[in-house]
């Protein structure tokens, strides 16, 4: 079992908060070794958007986060996931 908070690299954790036929909206957390950032996104068939505004979660990984979250999107399978995590290493985005 991996550690919560990575030594190196960054881990992102999406869990559903409500989820409808065509859309979905998760709790996301994105956590590196020194930082914990928070957010919330919303998941559509057609792609991916924050809602309201992310704190603590720099530009690059808030941009990876919202591929992830695209890529979710893209299933056309029901329902949605009701967590989601992925790690990348350092310097993959």
């Known amino acids: 079992m991996h550690a919560v908070v990575p030594s190196s690299g960054v ?3 999406l869990t559903l908060v409500e989820g409808a036929a065509t859309e979905a ?5 994105v956590f590196t070794c020194g930082v ?8 559509r ?3 991916a958007s924050l809602v309201g505004v ?3 979660i720099d530009e690059g990984h ?7 979250a695209k890529t979710i ?6 329902p949605w996931p009701r967590r989601i995590n992925r ?3 350092p310097g993959v985005r």
Do not use: F, H, N, P
């Open 45 to 47: 068939r057609d792609g």
């Open 25 to 29: 909206s998760y709790d996301a957390v």
């Open 62 to 68: 808030l941009g990876q986060l919202l591929a992830i």
């Open 54 to 56: 992310a704190e603590g």
């Open 11 to 13: 881990r992102y954790e």
């Open 73 to 78: 999107g893209k299933r056309e399978d029901a």
């Open 87 to 89: 790690w990348r290493s």
């Open 36 to 43: 914990t950032g928070r957010g919330r996104v919303c998941i």
